[in-house]
């Protein structure tokens, strides 16, 4: 299809329509980028995958896809040697980690039978319990390092906590000594 018969049929207007419905902006910007198929065969495939998902929204709830973001920024940035990631990027990571197990929590034979296609689709995702575990080891919900990220920063917050504590010490005697001097 054209871009003038697009145009007349106003169908960016109704993508973005459509793309309201979203549930992260990840499928908002899958909705965007939609274009018309010209095989008969793709229409009516994509047709009964829609479908399905939609029956099974129906019945089952919403799918658990709230914390679905991009993360191909986030890789980019981290693929040259020596990059890596901030815990705030981890905790967006996370999220999508968490989405996949809950997709896949779904899964029961029962599900598999009524949607077929979706249930293929999700059994495709990959295994996430490895680096959701680690990551839930080194961060919080905030997105700040655990002290259990590893045994040397266990060791330089234990030293910090009783630096601080022997300085607050410290400061509690002299003022206290000053006190006492001020009211002999």
Do not use: H, W
């Not at 319990?129 to 040397?152: K, M, N, Q, W």
Request: aromatic share 6%; glycine share 4%; charged share 35%.
């Amino acid at each position: 299809m054209d871009a003038t018969t697009l145009e007349t049929l106003e169908y960016g207007a109704v993508l973005k329509e459509i793309a309201a419905f979203a549930s992260n902006p990840l499928g908002e910007a899958g909705v965007l980028k939609t274009r018309p198929f010209a095989s008969l065969q793709k229409i009516e495939e994509t047709f009964r995958e829609f479908k399905e998902v939609r029956d099974c929204v129906l019945e089952t709830g919403k799918l658990p896809l709230s914390g679905v973001v991009d993360l191909a920024p986030l890789f980019a940035r981290a693929e040259p040697e020596g990059a890596y990631l901030l815990p705030e990027d981890l905790v967006v990571v996370k999220g999508n980690l968490e989405a996949t197990v809950a997709l896949k929590a779904l899964i029961t034979p029962a599900f598999e039978r009524a949607y077929q296609r979706t249930a293929e689709k999700i059994n495709s995702l990959s295994e996430v319990s490895f680096p959701l575990s680690e990551i839930e080891r080194t961060i919080d919900e905030r997105g700040d390092i655990r002290d259990s990220a590893s045994a040397e920063l266990r060791r330089i917050r234990k030293e910090i906590r009783a630096g601080r504590e022997r300085a607050r010490s410290i400061i509690e005697a002299v003022s206290t000594d000053k006190k006492t001097k001020e009211i002999l």
